[in-house]
Structures are given as structure tokens and as C-alpha cells.
């Protein structure tokens, strides 16, 4: 049994490492404006170690940063939102959405880029989803099978271009509308806030709960089997970047800000859209 709250960081709960305070900030499906990477290497040269760090959840870490008192000063917290990559203070935490890196680029059976929006801001307008641990994870494939080897708490496989099959901890959920998707998942989210209570010993996965959510569904037949991670080189619909030991070096990441687009991967790498590399 749990006898504490999860602790994965945050700009306002930095984690407290032997070079300083460490900070997490979440990509929705990965994905990286250019400009939020630009100014986002500016931080770290100027208050951190001049990297960034590439988490298997696809989101950014800094490292080495000071603070009082295990929090970061105000300018600090100040010049992290200036990346637009900390649109919510209240639901930073929350913000754990994996969608497949190349859903709307090419292949797959649905562009689940839309979905993972419209949850982000789902998530972030609903006071009682703040509470969700930062652990919780949503996970959006979109038919490929590329995330179906990623244990979820809550997430969803494309069928086809309309239609989705929920997961719902281990187990699979109802046939779904893709449309509806986002509002599905959010309502699962509620669902676990409400089961799981608010004390120390308060489940972090859905998982984790005495009783099951909503009852166990069979897989449909046309999940796909799990894939590959994605390689590196030349790939379907663009290219993607190796990132040595998931470190974006302040080289390697100023390589990447001609790219207008950029969607980091849970595979220590970054792909680049081929539709963005033509127009360098």
C-alpha cells in the first residue's frame, strides 16, 4: 500500500537532485514548437546546465538549477513559462499525454493530434483533474502499435479512422467514436480521481484500484500486435534524430531550430516531419 503522494516533478515541484533542483516540463503527443525549443536552451544556458534532458514519457527535463528551499525563484518559474511550454500551473502535473510520433504525418489509421489537444485542454479546465497524480498517463496510438507495449492508466487504439477501442488500466474499454474520444477519456480521469480518494495511501493507477473502473471488454480483433520503437535515420514521413543518451546538447538542439516542427519521441529522439524538412 502506498503510504505517500506520487513526487514526479514540476516547474513548481522541482525534484531535488545532487546538482541541484531538477524540473520537468510536459509535451502533449511530444510535440515541440521551435521557438519554445529556442528560448527553452536560453533558460537552461542561463540558470541550468545548458541542456535539456529527453524523458521515455517524450517530455523535457532541466537540470542543475538553483533554488530556496527546494522551489525555484519567481524570475526562474518566469522565464520557464516564456517557452509557452508551462500553459497551466495548476494542471502542469497532470499533463501526461503520449500520442504515436508520427500520427498525422504519415501512416497509421487516425491523426490523433486533434484528440490529444482537445484532452490537454479537457484536463486543464476541470478544477478536480489538478488532484490526478503525476503519474497517471494517457496513451493515444493511432493504430500503428507503436504504444501498445506502454503499460497506460488510460488511453485508446485506432481501429480506423473513426472509431477507437478505450484502455482502461490492463484492460480494454468500449468501441469508441474518435471524435468523442478526448471527452471519453476525460470522464475515465474523473472516474479514478473520484475512486481513488485524496489521502497518502490514495492509488497513483487506475490499476491499482480494489475494484475495477467499468467492466473488462475484449480486445477488438483489429488491435494490431505491438511494433518496433521507431529507428533512427530516415523513417516514413520525415526523419528521426537520434539524442545520445536522451541529452539535446546545446549543439544538437540549435541543429533542430530550422525546423518549424519538431515532435519528440519516448525513444530518446526527435522526429522531424518531412513536410517541415522541405521547406528548411
Not at 98 to 126: F, K, M
Not at 167 to 176: E, N, T
Request: aromatic share 4%.
Amino acid at each position: 500500500m502506498r503510504t505517500r503522494t506520487d513526487r514526479c516533478p514540476g516547474v513548481l515541484r522541482p525534484w531535488v537532485a545532487d546538482d541541484g533542483l531538477l524540473v520537468r516540463l510536459r509535451l502533449v503527443g511530444g510535440r515541440l514548437p521551435t521557438p519554445a525549443l529556442a528560448r527553452l536552451l536560453q533558460v537552461s544556458s542561463e540558470f541550468a546546465d545548458g541542456s535539456i534532458y529527453l524523458t521515455s514519457r517524450a517530455n523535457l527535463q532541466l537540470r542543475g538549477l538553483h533554488g530556496k528551499d527546494g522551489r525555484l525563484a519567481p524570475n526562474l518559474v518566469a522565464a520557464l513559462e516564456s517557452t509557452g511550454l508551462l500553459p497551466s500551473r495548476s494542471h502542469e502535473l497532470v499533463r501526461n499525454i503520449l500520442v504515436s510520433p508520427q500520427s498525422g504525418y504519415v501512416g497509421g489509421r487516425a491523426d490523433l493530434r486533434p484528440v490529444a489537444a482537445r484532452l490537454d485542454a479537457l484536463l486543464c479546465n476541470d478544477p478536480r483533474l489538478a488532484r490526478l497524480p503525476g503519474r497517471f498517463l494517457f496513451t493515444l496510438d493511432d493504430g500503428r502499435g507503436d504504444l501498445l507495449d506502454r503499460s497506460a492508466d488510460a488511453g485508446l487504439v485506432a481501429l480506423g479512422g473513426t472509431c477507437a477501442q478505450l484502455r482502461i488500466g490492463d484492460h480494454w474499454g468500449p468501441v469508441i467514436e474518435v471524435d468523442d474520444a478526448a471527452r471519453r477519456l476525460t470522464q475515465l480521469a474523473v472516474a479514478f480521481q473520484d475512486a481513488r480518494g485524496d489521502g497518502p495511501d490514495a492509488p497513483w493507477h487506475i490499476r491499482e484500484l480494489e475494484r475495477p473502473l467499468y467492466p473488462r471488454v475484449a480486445p477488438d480483433t483489429r488491435i494490431p500486435a505491438p511494433s518496433d520503437p521507431l529507428p533512427f535515420g530516415s523513417v516514413p514521413g520525415g526523419t528521426h534524430a537520434r539524442v545520445p543518451d536522451g541529452v539535446l546538447t546545446p549543439d544538437l538542439g540549435r541543429s533542430l531550430i530550422e525546423h518549424a516542427e519538431l515532435v519528440v519521441t519516448p525513444w530518446q529522439g526527435v522526429f522531424i516531419p518531412q513536410s517541415q524538412e522541405a521547406n528548411r
